[in-house]
């Protein structure tokens, strides 16, 4: 069941989503974190944030919404409060979701969670408005990505995944910049910008107008993109989006993933990155697949 993704090894390849898992270890009494491939932690930025109003999270058909604005108690916080249980956990492979408006947001927290032990790998969330240069996404722009992921890679002492938003005419072209500014390995897809209306009130559903798609409903479009992407580069996907048990998992596999997210799934089960772990673990056994990283990308056409 082992992998390996930007050079660190993996028990599994099934990894607890960032923003749907809090740090980690507000999960403890329910999974046994030992037995998931990793955990990403909640987006992290270098001062704390309060998030969206509410409401800020809905259901919707085969999936959820939601705006919660990052909210996340800062990288100082994480670093003082969060981390030192998980530090006691030397099975636990957690990576470090980092976030800002503009590089130097970026950098900082890099620059504070490098001199921290107990994070494996910094996971870059590029769906964020580029403050510096008019609001522009970071992962929409081809210039502001390149730039972010080549700093980043320069102020890192660990490997960098780069979180891609799939709200962009070609996922293939965005992956083959983050592999050339230097990332270690790419993750996809984030969240796609959605919109609910209330029809009696004739309002948003959600208070910050528009949200992130994520769930069931989004799991063949991003079997879809992480398959483009494979094609495009020859660092690691860790593929994500709508995975709810071990066959959703395979397919992001066989579309080319190396790993996987779960995260939305996690709403539904608190347990269900394990149980999919498990999963994954008997769908082998009874496949007669010896090796699990032989599924990536043996997509047959």
């Given at each position: 069941m082992r992998v390996t993704v930007a050079g660190i090894e993996f028990a599994n390849p099934v990894i607890a989503a960032s923003g749907t898992f809090g740090y980690g270890i507000e999960f403890d009494d329910i999974v046994t974190l030992e037995k998931l491939g990793g955990l990403v932690t909640?987006?992290?930025?270098?001062?704390?944030?309060?998030?969206?109003?509410?409401?800020?999270?809905?259901?919707?058909?085969?999936?959820?919404?939601?705006?919660?604005?990052?909210?996340?108690?800062?990288?100082?916080?994480?670093?003082?409060?969060?981390?030192?249980?998980?530090?006691k956990r030397p099975g636990v492979k957690v990576i470090a979701n980092v976030f800002g408006s503009t590089i130097a947001d970026y950098l900082a927290v890099i620059e504070s969670l490098n001199n921290a032990d107990g994070v494996v790998a910094y996971e870059l969330n590029v769906s964020c408005p580029n403050t510096a240069h008019g609001g522009i996404?970071?992962?929409?722009?081809?210039?502001?990505?390149?730039?972010?992921?080549?700093?980043?890679?320069?102020?890192?002492?660990?490997?960098?995944?780069?979180?891609?938003?799939?709200?962009?005419?070609?996922?293939?072209?965005?992956?083959?910049?983050?592999?050339?500014?230097?990332?270690?390995?790419?993750?996809?897809?984030?969240?796609?910008?959605?919109?609910?209306?209330?029809?009696?009130?004739?309002?948003?559903?959600?208070?910050?107008?528009?949200?992130?798609?994520?769930?069931?409903?989004?799991?063949p479009i991003a079997v879809r993109m992480v398959w483009e992407a494979s094609r495009a580069v020859r660092i690691p996907i860790i593929g994500m989006g709508g995975i709810m048990n071990a066959e959703d998992a395979v397919e992001f596999m066989l579309a080319g993933a190396s790993a996987v997210q779960v995260g939305t799934a996690s709403y539904a089960d608190p347990r269900a990155a394990e149980n999919i772990a498990e999963g994954l673990r008997h769908w082998c056994q009874r496949h007669g697949v010896d090796r699990v990283a032989d599924l990536t990308g043996k997509l047959e056409i």
């Amino acid at each position: 069941m082992r992998v390996t993704v930007a050079g660190i090894e993996f028990a599994n390849p099934v990894i607890a989503a960032s923003g749907t898992f809090g740090y980690g270890i507000e999960f403890d009494d329910i999974v046994t974190l030992e037995k998931l491939g990793g955990l990403v932690t909640k987006g992290l930025s270098r001062a704390p944030m309060s998030g969206n109003p509410a409401p800020r999270i809905i259901e919707t058909s085969g999936g959820m919404m939601n705006a919660i604005g990052l909210q996340n108690v800062g990288v100082a916080a994480f670093i003082e409060k969060k981390l030192p249980p998980l530090q006691k956990r030397p099975g636990v492979k957690v990576i470090a979701n980092v976030f800002g408006s503009t590089i130097a947001d970026y950098l900082a927290v890099i620059e504070s969670l490098n001199n921290a032990d107990g994070v494996v790998a910094y996971e870059l969330n590029v769906s964020c408005p580029n403050t510096a240069h008019g609001g522009i996404v970071f992962g929409t722009d081809p210039e502001a990505l390149a730039e972010l992921t080549r700093c980043a890679r320069e102020h890192s002492t660990r490997p960098i995944i780069v979180k891609l938003s799939p709200n962009v005419t070609s996922i293939a072209r965005m992956a083959r910049i983050a592999e050339d500014a230097g990332a270690h390995a790419i993750s996809l897809v984030n969240t796609f910008v959605s919109l609910a209306i209330d029809v009696e009130t004739r309002k948003p559903r959600i208070a910050n107008i528009t949200g992130g798609l994520s769930g069931p409903a989004i799991k063949p479009i991003a079997v879809r993109m992480v398959w483009e992407a494979s094609r495009a580069v020859r660092i690691p996907i860790i593929g994500m989006g709508g995975i709810m048990n071990a066959e959703d998992a395979v397919e992001f596999m066989l579309a080319g993933a190396s790993a996987v997210q779960v995260g939305t799934a996690s709403y539904a089960d608190p347990r269900a990155a394990e149980n999919i772990a498990e999963g994954l673990r008997h769908w082998c056994q009874r496949h007669g697949v010896d090796r699990v990283a032989d599924l990536t990308g043996k997509l047959e056409i």
